[in-house]
């Protein structure tokens, strides 16, 4: 009964990577999860390590319809009835690294000592249990947020949260929001 109750409400996943500040937080966070083995899910990577010192965190975006599980020969990845796609099923994944090609985010990892790939689950062990993931609830900045969309407007008056995006021909529709500029409504890369 609590997830449905969990899933019923409406907290939504954030991402403002205009925030990130690189302490790595969100990182050491996700590897404390013990559904994670002691790794972490995501990165938190330098824009242009030569130019800034400005990072960006990589976390999944959960698609609607995710190409990471269509492109899977082993159908190893499953994007359950709540809109979140999990890491590869240990018994099913035969470690191709096709969904890491196929991703326009560049998010799953192939695990090399363990011939798997792996990537964030929105810490679905915690927040099907009513919690907040765990990289956001340690990040300083508030790049990484998960709540309601109503406390995120009043957080941030001038950013819109967009979840639709252009990669080419290919729309992409996904669970998590990225902050944008008040006013945008999609994101387009060509």
Not at 53 to 64: F, G, K, L, Y
Not at 125 to 134: E, H, I, L, Q
């Amino acid at each position: 009964m609590a997830l449905l109750q969990t899933f019923a409400t409406n907290e939504e996943f954030f991402l403002d990577p205009q925030r990130c500040i690189g302490c790595h937080a969100c990182e050491m966070a996700c590897a404390e999860c013990e559904t994670n083995g002691q790794l972490p899910m995501i990165s938190v990577d330098y824009v242009d390590r030569f130019a800034t010192t400005q990072t960006s965190v990589q976390i999944c975006m959960h698609c609607e319809d995710p190409v990471c599980a269509k492109v899977c020969p082993a159908d190893a990845i499953q994007k359950d009835e709540y809109g979140i796609v999990h890491s590869a099923n240990v018994a099913r994944c035969i470690a191709c690294s096709n969904c890491v090609l196929a991703c326009p985010f560049g998010v799953p990892k192939k695990v090399e000592p363990m011939q798997l790939m792996m990537k964030c689950n929105m810490c679905y062990d915690r927040t099907s249990a009513g919690k907040r993931p765990m990289c956001a609830t340690v990040c300083p900045s508030g790049a990484l947020w998960y709540g309601p969309r109503e406390k995120m407007a009043e957080m941030r008056p001038n950013s819109t949260p967009v979840n639709t995006f252009h990669f080419g021909k290919q729309t992409v529709r996904t669970k998590v929001n990225l902050m944008m500029p008040k006013g945008s409504t999609e994101l387009v890369v060509d």
